[in-house]
């Protein structure tokens, strides 16, 4: 119990409380108590978007402030910033322990951030993901809000030299080049199965219209399914 109250008193300190429940950008409620966030891609329905903390927190290198901080950032962004820019910032923060994990540092508070740390960091991205230097610009990102809410672990002159460094965002058209199964376009083969669908009469004259409407436009399956599905 005591134990329990020093970590407490250790995160509250100086750092205001999480709050429970948080109004989304598009006025969803979400519980920010739950071990997982839980809400919507968009306010009237869209993909379940799941912030899971607790898988988080196992085997965490990120200590505990550190990740009380990260919560705090990610709940008070969801006020102002869309359901997948905050999973891909939950995101960020995954693979930056991970990576954390991959150079052997067993423990990490803000407070350890150098400029060496993330510079190494962003060279990872740009060598290892397809995002590049997309991380590092979402770390960024949150080192600005800390600085700018006066955290004690933000330097604000270490913020000075991180807005100096380039960094160069993921790469655009790999889907295409590399045919991606989903986001690629039509391979010929698929394109002759669709051409002898639509020649034959299959479909009704609205899904017809909407298959070859598309196929002048740009051969994409992906977009194809949101078509048909009304996802404009």
């Not at 740390?117 to 962003?122: D, G, N, T």
């Not at 995002?131 to 000075?160: C, E, I, M």
């Amino acid at each position: 119990m005591r134990s329990t109250a020093r970590k407490a008193s250790h995160l509250a300190s100086d750092l205001p409380p999480l709050p429970s429940r948080v109004l989304s950008f598009d006025g969803q409620l979400i519980d920010t108590s739950a071990a997982c966030w839980r809400f919507r891609s968009s306010s009237d329905g869209g993909v379940l978007v799941v912030i899971p903390w607790d898988r988080f927190e196992q085997r965490a290198i990120l200590g505990d402030r550190a990740r009380f901080i990260a919560k705090l950032f990610l709940a008070d962004k969801i006020s102002r910033k869309k359901a997948r820019t905050i999973e891909n910032d939950f995101r960020m923060f995954c693979r930056f322990q991970n990576w954390l994990n991959s150079i052997q540092r067993s423990a990490f508070e803000w407070s350890d951030l150098t400029e060496g740390v993330a510079r190494a960091f962003l060279e990872h991205g740009v060598a290892h993901t397809a995002d590049k230097g997309n991380d590092f610009s979402r770390l960024r990102t949150f080192y600005r809000w800390g600085v700018a809410r006066q955290h004690s672990d933000f330097d604000p002159d270490l913020f000075r030299i991180l807005q100096t460094i380039t960094a160069v965002g993921n790469s655009k058209g790999h889907n295409v080049r590399f045919r991606h199964s989903i986001k690629g376009p039509f391979s010929p083969h698929e394109l002759l199965l669709i051409g002898r669908a639509v020649s034959e009469g299959r479909g009704t004259d609205r899904d017809r219209a909407i298959v070859m409407l598309h196929l002048e436009l740009g051969h994409n399956p992906n977009a194809s399914a949101r078509l048909r599905n009304k996802d404009f």
